[in-house]
């Protein structure tokens, strides 16, 4: 599966750094790119693993807010 979600919080490159690692951390995630200025991630998962719910979580839980 392949999504895009607004994480309006990230403002520098150490908010990028924290989503990233905050995706990056879930079983399942593939790929995740990060468009600072348009303030954007796009995941790319395999949803046997993980769902978006749980990615938007793992995002929130580190302080971001996701909408």
Not at 11 to 29: F, H, L, M, P, Y
Not at 37 to 48: F, L, R, S, T
Request: hydrophobic fraction near 40%; aromatic fraction near 6%; proline fraction near 0%.
């Amino acid at each position: 599966m392949k999504t895009t979600l607004k994480v309006c919080d990230m403002v520098t490159s150490k908010d990028v750094t924290r989503v990233k690692n905050a995706i990056s951390a879930n079983e399942g995630v593939i790929a995740c790119g990060i468009h600072k200025a348009k303030k954007e991630v796009e995941i790319v998962y395999d949803n046997y693993f993980i769902n978006i719910e749980d990615i938007i979580e793992s995002i929130e839980n580190s302080g971001y807010t996701v909408i």
